[in-house]
């Protein structure tokens, strides 16, 4: 079929090339601010912005046809039980919260897993730097634990579990004290919301975020916030927190921005490209630094900002599909059917009455003990014929809720609805085993979750935590010397497999062999006191000179001092007693109290035996003396990490407390 095309009369330009004249128009009266290469950077950053925009706000398929903002709310309506309002005031606002109930089992059941981090480190090439894995992973626990992070988790989580994505910043932060004058640094981990991050490409997959070509963030504070944080800059003058003198400032040529904002409000823009290197923040359409600036991170090749799904639902697009968007028109079928359901129940206790034409009647009329002149049976007429809810109804609503618990992978037993009978140790753990199987993607959403952001946390720790903090005069080497960071783990592991607190120290130089010979004697004091200590160091000049390669991989621990635990635990000895009885090997007393201990976090439940003294030779020694020294001299000239339990062997020799380093000519 022929197809007509006819000229328009109409002289109106296009929206396109009206926004280009605008453009134009704003770029001009920027010469006032900015030179000519940076209104063409700045050009280039606002077609960005605009793009990543445009993009997400999009509707698409992926969101059952509706935009980001759309589909995120609908989410967190499904999440919180939402309740509408009535539309009419016969209607009954009801709402059967199944979703809800069954993510938190969900989410109960995974934060009980305790999945940790293990650092791997290998040199260039290739070999396993042991000692210095064990190290990093101890400071990381011990970061997490200062940051408090299991509070962190808990929203995380909840976030993977109702929501496309899961955004987290990894961040060195500054806290001023009650006191206004003391001031502490740490690492920590941010929630960003969905609604706050633009991608520039949103057909990368979540697992490939870091090939991005650049990502952004928008954050809406106080002026006098953004003037704490950016008022040292030099453009921060042009900032203006009013709508109205913005939009007269400059013809409005700042006056970009991606949200609504009132007065008083600052947008905040952070602009990242880790392909090009690239850092800008721009304040309310205001610039703040100088084109080409480079990415914050000094050793990370990747986003401080990284993105996680739960699962996704194409190689083409980034966001993906979490259990509200899954269950959410089953769950709304369930709360309609539910809705129904007591409107024929109510029907059937106050069923709706015909009266004869020009009759109006009170509702009061059926009130108990009523009574009524003028009315008889007769001049009502029952306009429905039911006797309420059938059993049928009762089982279609049963299967609703079934077919929902298919959909999320929460079962009424995962939540704790079985029979009231005690359960073995071995029921227990079949029926957390066959729980975790409906989880997989979940348990291997949060192994990611954990594992990339324990990779920037090494990096982050790199940057920031091997810089010395102060300095003091030694005595022994009588220098001034700096001070670095130090971390204390209650629990760490020894080599000889037996736990204690182990202090791990940056430093900037070798220990001398007073300082060692020191070190030991106030471990091997420690240890005959019954608290078993290790003092580990490792050198931030070695360290920072070698190339190393990290790894991290998740592990599932057991959460000691639960419920299950403890079961298990029990059940553990009782397995062992019959063992032990059978091979005539007894078990192991100290094992035993350590691990009752931790388990019932009862420190020092049991007395422990003061510890036999053994005199050694003069002869054996100066033999591990002189072993000792020759270890030291070579230290440097060896692959792999020194550090100081990795001298000390089975009969407790002197422990050589050098940093760990490395030299790879």
């Given amino acids: 079929m022929p197809v007509t095309i006819t000229n328009s009369t109409s002289t109106q330009a296009s929206v396109g090339v009206v926004n280009q004249e605008e453009l134009i128009k704003r770029l001009t009266n920027l010469t006032q601010v900015y030179s000519p290469e940076q209104i063409q950077a700045y050009a280039f950053y606002l077609k960005r912005l605009d793009k990543a925009k445009e993009n997400r706000n999009k509707a698409t398929k992926y969101f059952d046809g509706l935009d980001y903002v759309s589909d995120y709310i609908t989410n967190e309506n499904v999440k919180n039980t939402y ?48 000692e210095l894995g064990q190290d990093f992973t101890d400071i990381i626990t011990r970061t997490n634990q200062i940051e408090k992070d299991d509070d962190f988790w808990i929203e995380a989580t909840l976030e993977l579990l109702t929501q496309r994505a899961v955004f987290i910043r990894e961040k060195f932060v500054t806290k001023t004290l009650k006191n206004k004058t003391s001031k502490i640094t740490q690492a920590q981990k941010e929630l960003v919301s969905g609604l706050k991050v633009f991608l520039g490409d949103v057909s990368i997959p979540a697992y490939r975020f870091n090939e991005q070509p650049y990502i952004t963030t928008v954050d809406i504070i106080s002026y006098d916030r953004a003037k704490t944080l950016y008022g040292h800059l030099p453009n921060f003058q042009y900032v203006v927190p009013s709508n109205t003198k913005r939009n007269e400032y400059l013809g409005g040529a700042l006056n970009w921005r991606m949200s609504e904002l009132a007065d008083g409000e600052v947008e905040v823009v952070t602009y990242e490209s880790l392909p090009d290197d690239e850092y800008n923040v721009v304040l309310n359409g205001v610039m703040m630094y100088e084109p080409g600036t480079p990415m914050p991170q000094k050793y990370c090749d990747k986003y401080s900002l990284q993105m996680f799904v739960l699962k996704s639902m194409s190689p083409d697009f980034a966001y993906g599909r979490p259990l509200t968007a899954s269950a959410k028109s089953l769950a709304a079928l369930s709360s309609e059917t539910l809705r129904l359901l007591i409107r024929k129940f109510q029907q059937a206790i106050e069923p709706p009455m015909a009266v004869a034409k020009g009759k109006v009647y009170s509702r009061d009329i059926w009130d108990p003990g009523a ?295």
Wanted: proline share 3%; glycine share 6%; hydrophobic share 35%.
């Fill in 371 to 665: 009574q009524t002149q003028g009315l008889r049976a007769k001049d009502f007429e029952i306009l429905t014929k039911h006797d309420g809810v059938t059993q049928g109804e009762f089982a279609m609503i049963r299967l609703i809720d079934e077919k929902t618990e298919e959909f999320i992978g929460a079962s009424n037993i995962a939540q704790g609805l079985q029979g009231s009978r005690e359960m073995s140790a071995t029921e227990v753990l079949t029926m957390q085993k066959q729980f975790v199987k409906q989880l997989g993607l979940a348990v291997y959403a949060i192994s990611r979750m954990k594992r990339d952001m324990s990779e920037l946390r090494i990096y982050n720790i790199l940057e920031n935590y091997t810089k010395p903090t102060r300095k003091k005069y030694d005595p022994l080497s009588q220098k001034i010397q700096h001070i670095y960071r130090s971390f204390t783990i209650d629990n760490g592991m020894f080599e000889n497999g037996m736990m204690g607190k182990k202090i791990i120290s940056f430093t900037n130089e070798d220990l001398i062999p007073e300082q060692q010979e020191e070190l030991y004697n106030e471990e091997e004091k420690m240890a005959k006191r019954g608290q078993p200590t290790r003092y580990k160091f490792i050198n931030v000049t070695k360290l920072k000179e070698i190339p190393q390669f990290w790894y991290v991989i998740i592990q599932a621990q057991d959460r000691e001092g639960t419920a299950l635990d403890k079961v298990l635990f029990q059940d553990q000895l009782n397995q062992g007693a019959v063992i032990s009885k059978l091979t005539g090997q007894p078990m192991n007393p100290d094992t035993l109290t350590r691990t009752f201990e931790r388990k019932w976090q009862a420190r020092n439940f049991f007395q422990k035996q003061a510890p036999q003294i053994i005199q050694d030779q003069p002869e054996n020694i100066k033999s591990e003396a002189e072993k000792v020294m020759n270890e030291l001299q070579g230290m440097g000239q060896n692959t792999g990490m020194q550090v100081a339990e990795g001298l000390r062997n089975s009969q407790q020799r002197p422990s050589v407390n050098s940093m760990e380093g490395q030299s790879m000519e």
């Fill in 83 to 130: 309740l509408k309002p009535k539309m009419n005031d016969s209607e009954v606002r009801v709402n059967t919260g199944l979703v809800e109930k069954k993510i938190e089992a969900i989410l109960n059941e995974l934060l009980t897993m305790n999945l940790q981090p293990e650092v791997r480190v290998f040199d260039r090439d290739d070999l396993e730097l042991e």
